[in-house]
């Protein structure tokens, strides 16, 4: 092995090894990542045993299966060195989710699900993913396992599986999200705006939690979305046929938020520049006030979701053909460019999936508990962040360097705001 990275990488994990405490933890903890960042195809337990040859599978395999140590002390060293490399006012916080291929159905969580990686439906484990990113530097900072409700209806699979019992309740994607966004906050880890795809984006409740933590967010959405014009107003019938009505309504029906975009002007936007150039697509948007407020029978329309929030609605063409759509929160006042870069801004956690799968072996673990999977998933973003930094440091780039004018914008918005700006909340359309 080269030893001066090895060298760096103990100096580097200083901080881990304090958290780690026991002094054979502290010894097998920079073991461990040093097989998954050294040569080798594979990084289940035993090879990186056999190619280390300083210690054997059981010790090893005990340190990350088995050991009894808590993985929160760690967890927050990495969130603070994340913050460190590129935490940012002007960065972003993507959420996503990966999936990692597996035989078989003891393994924990493993279910047949869809793997927007493989872009079909297979046997896998889905981890919801958290990445922190500045410009194009992504740190991986959350991997956390979702359970289907295949497993959380299954007591004795999950006492099988060491699913701590805290864990034991089906929680969806998105609220798995939200709690992980929350413990990235409580650490102080600077960020701009919070980014995920329409897996996410699509779900009300997950965009009003981010707006009630008082976040900034770009999520990908349905093109189906209803959503009104921004000057709807809430009127209240007097239809004297009808009995009397409790509620006020919108005097206009919903439409979609692809019926919305396809009648605005769409703009080619260079957003940022590739291997090959200046990225480039068609893009148009509008501000609207979302349909995702409580549920209310209009007349004889049906049931309708009342005006919520106002916010952007971005249309993306591509020269495939294609259609994406996204919706935002960003301020009334920001530029197209600014919309565009920020909703393609996610790629950059794919990067970092591919990277923690094909160089340190994130879908190599082999062991079928809770634990096992969790502490190996920490290791390899652990490997993942000191790669990081050694890019960094070779590379001599500074922060200020590494912000794309989307992200400026981000930061000015942010000094002008200290709290980012909030549309009329659905609470108040009650008081209409």
């Not at 990186?48 to 002390?73: K, N, T």
């Not at 597996?102 to 990686?117: I, N, T």
């Not at 002007?265 to 590739?274: A, I, L, T, Y």
């Not at 709290?419 to 009650?430: M, V």
């Amino acid at each position: 092995m080269d030893t001066e990275w090895t060298g760096d990488l103990e100096r580097w994990l200083t901080p881990f090894l304090s958290a780690l405490g026991h002094k054979t933890r502290r010894r097998m903890c920079p073991l461990y990542i040093a097989g998954l960042i050294g040569p080798g195809d594979r990084k289940s337990i035993q090879p990186m045993a056999a190619r280390g040859g300083e210690v054997g599978y059981d010790q090893l395999h005990h340190f990350v299966a088995a050991g009894v140590w808590d993985s929160a002390p760690l967890e927050a060293v990495l969130l603070r060195e994340a913050d460190r490399l590129v935490g940012d006012e002007a960065g972003f916080l993507v959420i996503d989710d990966t999936a990692l291929p597996k035989k078989g159905r003891h393994s924990v969580g493993v279910a047949p699900q869809y793997a927007s990686s493989l872009g079909k439906t297979s046997n896998c484990q889905s981890l919801v993913s958290v990445t922190l990113a500045s410009g194009e530097v992504p740190v991986m900072v959350g991997l956390r396992l979702f359970l289907p409700e295949s497993w959380t209806s299954d007591p004795e699979r999950m006492a099988r599986a060491q699913v701590p019992i805290e864990r034991r309740t089906f929680l969806s994607k998105p609220e798995i999200a939200i709690e992980e966004i929350d413990r990235v906050v409580a650490a102080g880890v600077r960020f701009g705006c919070v980014l995920a795809d329409a897996g996410y984006g699509s779900s009300g409740p997950f965009r009003q939690a981010l707006s009630e933590r008082g976040l900034l967010w770009a999520v990908g959405m349905a093109g189906r979305q209803k959503v009104y014009p921004t000057d709807v107003a809430m009127v209240f019938p007097t239809d004297k046929a009808r009995k009397p009505r409790k509620h006020h309504i919108p005097d206009v029906s919903p439409v979609s938020a692809e019926k919305v975009l396809a009648g605005q002007k769409w703009r080619k936007v260079s957003w940022r520049r590739g291997t090959k150039g200046p990225l480039t697509c068609l893009f148009a948007a509008c501000r609207v006030r979302v349909a995702d407020g409580h549920k209310h029978r209009v007349l004889d329309k049906g049931v309708e979701r009342m005006p919520g929030d106002e916010v952007w609605i971005v249309g993306e063409r591509r020269s495939t053909g294609e259609q994406k759509y996204y919706i935002s929160n960003l301020p009334a006042d920001v530029s197209l460019t600014t919309l565009a870069a920020s909703v393609k801004a996610r790629w950059i956690c794919e990067q970092a999936h591919q990277q923690l799968k094909e160089e340190l072996g994130l879908d190599h673990f082999e062991g079928r508990s809770w634990t096992g999977l969790h502490r190996h998933a920490l290791m390899t973003m652990i490997a993942y962040a000191f790669l990081q930094s050694r890019r960094l440091a070779a590379a001599g780039r500074k922060k200020k360097s590494l912000r794309t004018p989307a992200a400026a914008q981000h930061a000015s918005h942010k000094a002008s705001h200290p709290r980012p700006l909030r549309a009329t909340s659905t609470a108040a359309l009650s008081t209409l």
